[in-house]
C-alpha cells in the first residue's frame, strides 16, 4: 500500500494554499516528502534513504520500537489528565531527579519547550518578585510572545526590546568581544553580566532571572568558556535573580559526557531552574521545568492553581520513561562521546586541508563547522554554508543545517544512534564538494565577502 495520499506536488500545492507561509520548510526550492524513518534515516516517496543530521528530537533515532510500544500500550490502557493519581508522573519525575543535582527537585510537566520557558520566567518573576531578565545576544527561548520578549534572535526583527529585557554579549571565543587568545574569557564575559546587572540597578530596577542555554545553539553550537556560568550565577544570585539554563537542545545526554550542558561547567554550578523539551519524547511533544523547593513553594504561595490539561499525561510519561530506558540500554551517551569525538576529529582534520573552515567547535554529537571567506577577519561564509547544505541534500542525501547570527554555522545535532560509518560519509561528502566549491565557485565567497 502507498504510504502517500497525494503527489509530492499536490501535497505543496495544497502546504502553499492553506498552511501559514511563515512556517517555512526545509529546502523550500526543492523540499523533500518523508513518509517514514528509522533510527538516523528518513526515506522519501521513492523510497530514497536521507542521513538526518538536523533531528536532536528524535534522540533515540526515529520511530524507536522501543519507544511506539511504550505510547501504544499506555495509551490502550488510560490517558487522563494530572488531577488524577497515576505512577507515571511521579515514576518519571523520580527518574529526572537522579540525572539532576540534589537541589532540582521539583517538576512540572508541560508540551513544548516554549510552554517550559514561558512557566520558569512566572516561577523566576513569582519567586523574585522582580521583572527583568538578562538574556545572551542571539538567544531564541521559544515562539511564546513572552519568549520573543527574551529571544533577541527575534525581537531584533519585530517589535525591539521591551524595557525589562537586558542583552549580554554572547560569551563567544571565536567571534566574540573576547576570544580564544584571551587568558580568561570566562571570568570577562561574566563581568560583562555583573556591569549590565549594574547597570540595571542604576535605572532603578532589578533583576529578576539570567536565561541562557547551556550551550547557545542558534548562536551558533557556542561552548560557554570555562567558569562563566558560576561566576553569573553568583552575580545574579547576589542581584536577586535565578539562573535558568534552557536545556531544550542540549539535554538527554546530548553532549555525551554530561546528561545535562550546564554541567559541562563544573560540579559548583548549579541552576535554580532548568527547561527540557525537545528530546524528552523522542517527537512525542513532552517538556518540563526543573526547580528548586523554594521556588515551587513561592509560586505555589500565590493560590493560583497551575493546570496544563496535557503536560505530564500518563502517555507522555510513559514515553519519557522509555526514552530515558532506550538511552541507558543503548549506551546512547557511550555512542554520543564516541561517535561525536570522531567525527570532530574527522571535520578538523579537514580543516587543514579547506581555508573555509575556520573553527569546528561543540562535543558528543552536538557540533558546529564555522564556515569563514578569510581566516584573519573570520568574515562569515554564508553563501558557502548554504550551498553546502543544498549540496549535501541533492547530491548526497545528507540533511544537515545551518545557524548562527549569519547563518554560517553548519550544525550536527543528529539522533543519538548516529554511527561511525555515518560521521565517515558526512566528512568525505563535506571534504569533496568543498574541494569543488573551492576549484570552481569561488566566484561565489567573493560576493558573500
Ligand atoms: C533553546 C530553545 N529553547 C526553546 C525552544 C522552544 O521549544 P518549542 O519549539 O518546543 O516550543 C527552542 C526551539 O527551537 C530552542 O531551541
Known amino acids: 500500500m502507498a504510504l502517500d495520499r497525494l503527489k509530492k506536488e499536490e501535497t505543496l500545492a495544497m502546504r502553499m494554499r492553506l498552511i501559514g507561509q511563515s512556517c517555512k520548510l526545509f529546502y523550500s526550492d526543492d523540499p523533500v516528502k518523508i513518509l517514514r524513518a528509522r533510527g538516523q534515516y528518513l526515506f522519501d516517496e521513492n523510497g530514497e534513504r536521507y542521513l538526518d543530521c538536523i533531528s536532536n528530537v528524535h534522540h533515540v533515532g526515529h520511530c524507536h520500537p522501543s519507544i511506539t510500544k511504550a505510547a501504544a500500550a499506555q495509551m490502550d490502557l488510560l490517558n487522563?489528565?494530572?488531577?488524577?493519581?497515576?505512577?507515571?508522573?511521579?515514576?518519571?519525575?523520580?527518574?529526572?531527579?537522579?540525572?539532576l543535582p540534589e537541589k532540582l527537585c521539583v517538576f512540572y510537566f508541560v508540551n513544548s519547550?516554549?510552554?517550559?520557558?514561558d512557566l520558569a520566567l512566572r516561577l523566576a518573576q513569582q519567586y523574585t518578585q522582580q521583572e527583568d531578565v538578562i538574556v545572551l545576544d542571539h538567544a531564541y527561548h521559544g515562539h511564546l510572545m513572552s519568549l520573543i520578549d527574551i529571544s533577541p534572535y527575534k525581537f531584533r526583527k519585530l517589535a525591539g526590546q521591551k524595557e525589562w529585557v537586558h542583552v549580554a554579549p554572547l560569551p563567544d571565543t571565536y567571534r566574540g568581544i573576547?576570544?580564544?587568545n584571551h587568558p580568561n574569557p570566562g571570568q570577562a564575559y561574566a563581568d560583562t553580566v555583573k556591569d549590565l546587572i549594574e547597570e540595571v540597578h542604576r535605572k532603578g530596577r532589578k533583576i529578576s532571572a539570567f536565561f541562557a542555554e547551556s550551550l547557545p545553539s542558534v548562536g551558533g553550537q557556542i561552548i560557554l568558556p570555562r567558569g562563566y556560568s558560576a561566576k553569573v550565577a553568583e552575580y545574579v544570585r547576589s542581584a536577586g535573580g535565578v539562573f535558568v539554563a534552557d536545556e531544550v537542545q542540549t539535554g538527554f545526554g546530548r553532549l555525551g559526557s554530561h546528561f545535562w550542558g550546564f554541567q559541562q561547567q563544573g560540579e559548583n554550578f548549579c541552576p535554580d531552574i532548568v527547561t527540557m523539551g525537545k528530546p524528552m519524547g523522542n517527537g512525542h511533544p513532552l517538556a518540563c521545568v526543573a526547580t528548586t523547593v523554594e521556588i515551587a513553594e513561592a509560586f505555589t504561595a500565590n493560590r493560583v492553581e497551575?493546570?496544563?490539561?496535557?503536560?505530564?499525561?500518563?502517555?507522555?510519561?510513559?514515553?519519557?520513561?522509555?526514552v530515558l530506558d532506550v538511552i541507558e540500554t543503548e549506551d546512547l551517551r557511550g555512542n554520543a562521546t564516541r561517535v561525536?569525538?570522531?567525527?570532530?576529529?574527522?571535520l578538523t582534520k579537514l580543516q587543514t586541508q579547506?581555508?573555509?573552515?575556520?573553527?569546528?567547535?561543540?562535543?558528543?554529537?552536538?557540533?558546529?563547522?564555522?564556515?569563514v571567506t578569510d581566516r584573519e577577519k573570520r568574515t562569515p561564509a554564508t553563501k558557502t554554508a548554504a550551498l553546502l547544505v543544498k549540496r549535501l541534500k541533492e547530491e548526497d542525501r545528507?540533511?544537515?543545517?545551518?545557524?548562527?547570527p549569519w547563518e554560517s554555522v553548519l550544525k550536527f545535532k543528529p539522533p543519538m544512534c548516529f554511527s561511525m560509518e555515518d560521521a565517515e560519509l558526512v566528512v568525505q561528502c563535506i571534504d569533496r564538494i568543498l574541494t569543488d566549491i573551492e576549484a570552481n565557485d569561488l566566484k561565489l565567497e567573493k560576493e558573500d565577502i
Open 306 to 322: 497551575y493546570f496544563n490539561t496535557f503536560g505530564g499525561n500518563p502517555v507522555s510519561c510513559a514515553i519519557g520513561l522509555a
Open 340 to 346: 561525536g569525538a570522531h567525527l570532530k576529529d574527522l
Open 80 to 99: 487522563t489528565n494530572t488531577r488524577f493519581l497515576h505512577d507515571n508522573i511521579v515514576l518519571y519525575a523520580d527518574r529526572l531527579a537522579a540525572t
Open 113 to 117: 519547550g516554549s510552554e517550559a520557558n
Open 398 to 404: 545528507i540533511c544537515v543545517s545551518t545557524d548562527g
Open 354 to 371: 579547506h581555508q573555509i573552515i575556520g573553527e569546528v567547535r561543540g562535543a558528543g554529537l552536538f557540533l558546529g563547522i564555522e564556515l
Open 178 to 180: 573576547y576570544r580564544e
